[in-house]
């Protein structure tokens, strides 16, 4: 009888912040690769284009002129996805036809004037301007008595079907809690009820002490490759001390968080040598007047990539029909992500 080994043999992992599991198979990932291989698209973008909607001073595709900003800009999507006076409705056909109305608000946050200077690029000093500027939307959106989430996202790059390559991110804030942040919502709940402990804090502590899978982590800040993770380099970004939103935050970390976020997707671009594709987003406490003890602050990173530049990691097959499945396994994408330099490859 075979010993059971991680590395090994196929498994199931348990997610507890969401209720789900991962199919891993890292006998598979022994197997020689023949899939499709394609050329990046070219990195060469100038400081400012003249025909980009989001740098300083053009026209946006709505109509409206952006300012000639110098540091972080935000404005309300000009084709938002959620309206903030959209009508009320409350359809129900037999409990099988169900339909709400959802009332909401789109925000788009430029991270810098520059066209070319994504996160990875830009200095602490200039990410924790987009910290603060995160921090101003969520409480501003958050107050609003139609608002019970506000829901914070980059999706980097073209393969993550972002529109504009002008580094920027999204707010999209509104009436009731969205499914992922509510599945962790019911999670966090139940085992702060069962344990009388926050979950993310037991987690962060367990993840701390193995060291298996721990990336990077400054005073207030680690960033791990979850046990459960679904994505070929998914990372979770946690905070130290438990903390439900950027309110809780004191400046000094505020400015370790920025130095993280720095820190990370350097690592991210230089794991293929590209600017590196991914769909991020902070989950934080709702805006709901409750206050929830429960929530701990914490960051997804999502990337496609699997083996280089231009090799996808695709959601097909078994993944869409029965079951999220992965064949590297978690650990050994950590040693990738920690063998990594911490200066950007363009500086070498």
């Known amino acids: 009888m075979n010993t059971f080994r991680f590395t090994d043999h196929p498994h199931r992992r348990y997610n507890p912040l969401n209720n789900s599991w991962v199919q891993v198979s890292p006998h598979r990932a022994k197997r020689p690769w023949q899939g499709k291989q394609e050329t990046p698209p070219s990195e060469k973008a100038p400081q400012y284009d003249p025909h ?64 070319d200077l994504a996160l990875p690029e830009m200095q602490p000093a200039q990410i924790r301007q987009v910290v603060d500027l995160w921090e101003t939307e969520y409480v501003q959106l958050g107050a609003k008595s139609n608002i019970q989430y506000v829901q914070i996202f980059e999706n980097k790059g073209q393969m993550m079907g972002c529109s504009n390559p002008h580094p920027h991110g999204q707010i999209w804030a509104q009436q009731t809690v969205p499914d992922e942040p509510s599945r962790e919502l019911v999670q966090l709940q139940a085992y702060l ?54 309110p809780d935050f004191s400046d000094t970390e505020k400015d370790d968080l920025a130095e993280i976020l720095h820190q990370i997707t350097v690592r991210y671009d230089n794991l293929f040598e590209i600017s590196f594709p991914y769909s991020a987003g902070i989950h934080l406490k709702p805006t709901d007047g409750q206050v929830h003890e429960e929530w701990h602050f914490h960051m997804h990173f999502y990337p496609p990539l699997l083996r280089s530049a231009t090799v996808k990691k695709f959601m097909v097959g078994y993944e869409m029909l029965a079951n999220a499945q992965r064949d590297i396994t978690p650990e050994s994408a950590a040693v990738r992500l920690q063998e990594l330099p911490d200066i950007h490859y363009k500086l070498l």
């Open 193 to 246: 009820r069962d344990h009388e402990s926050c979950l993310l804090c037991d987690y962060l502590a367990l993840e701390m002490e193995k060291r298996e899978r721990v990336i990077l982590e400054n005073t207030s800040f680690l960033v791990v490759v979850p046990f459960w993770a679904v994505w070929p380099f998914e990372t979770l970004l946690l905070s130290k001390n438990h903390r439900g939103s950027f």
């Open 52 to 115: 980009c909607y989001l740098c300083p001073g053009n026209a946006r595709a709505g109509g409206e002129q952006n300012p000639d900003y110098d540091s972080t800009y935000v404005f309300t999507n000009d084709f938002s996805s959620l309206l903030s006076d959209s009508p009320t409705a409350d359809y129900n056909s037999d409990d099988l036809l169900i339909a709400r109305g959802e009332q909401g608000i789109c925000r788009v946050i430029c991270f810098s004037p520059r066209h």
